[in-house]
């Protein structure tokens, strides 16, 4: 079939490819590859880890409220106090002493927020070390469960928490196997 005149025709594209460097088949770069930490899964272990970090939450909650209580007793002690004295100055210095109040207040607000962030995103990491191995220990007898085999050795990462436990439960599972299956 003709093209109308003018008509150009555009070139067939091939599907793309991907090829090991990273490239596509027609040479198009492909996005950047995720670093290791972006796909890991920190909540390996929701309930505990969960339970842990609103714990935290809740003990950081409590202390903040209790500074910010006392705080304003001590302010609203100081400022009776200053009432009792009639200084000549004392509605200016009443107004500092207010100002002072709202400014501390403010900064406690902020330094609570950070404060929370940071404490519940440490919190994640560290319980995703120790949520790892149970749920790994977990998994590992349920397949002995499932298929009444022993199973080969277990092994935890590289820095998670608990890693005397993997040598003693492979210690014991090779004693039951030269006890019963002699």
């Not at 709202?102 to 120790?130: D, G, K, N, P, Q």
Request: a positive charge.
């Amino acid at each position: 079939m003709e093209r109308p005149p003018g008509v150009v025709q555009k070139p067939k594209r091939r599907p793309s490819v991907p090829t090991p460097q990273g490239q596509s088949g027609d040479g198009a770069a492909k996005p950047a590859v995720r670093p290791v930490w972006y796909k890991r899964r920190y909540l390996v272990y929701p309930k505990f880890q969960l339970t842990l970090i609103l714990l935290n939450t809740l003990i950081t909650t409590a202390l903040f409220t209790l500074t910010i209580f006392l705080v304003m007793r001590s302010h609203l002690f100081l400022e009776t106090l200053v009432r009792q004295t009639r200084l000549p100055a004392q509605g200016l210095f009443i107004q500092l002493m207010t100002e002072q109040l709202r400014t501390l207040v403010f900064y406690m607000v902020i330094a609570f927020v950070v404060t929370i962030l940071s404490t519940a995103t440490l919190t994640m990491f560290i319980s995703h070390r120790m949520a790892g191995p149970i749920k790994r220990l977990s998994g590992f007898f349920s397949e002995i469960g499932r298929t009444g085999e022993f199973p080969p050795e277990i092994r935890f990462r590289e820095g998670d928490f608990f890693q005397e436990l993997p040598p003693q439960i492979n210690e014991a599972f090779l004693a039951i196997k030269k006890r019963w299956l002699r």
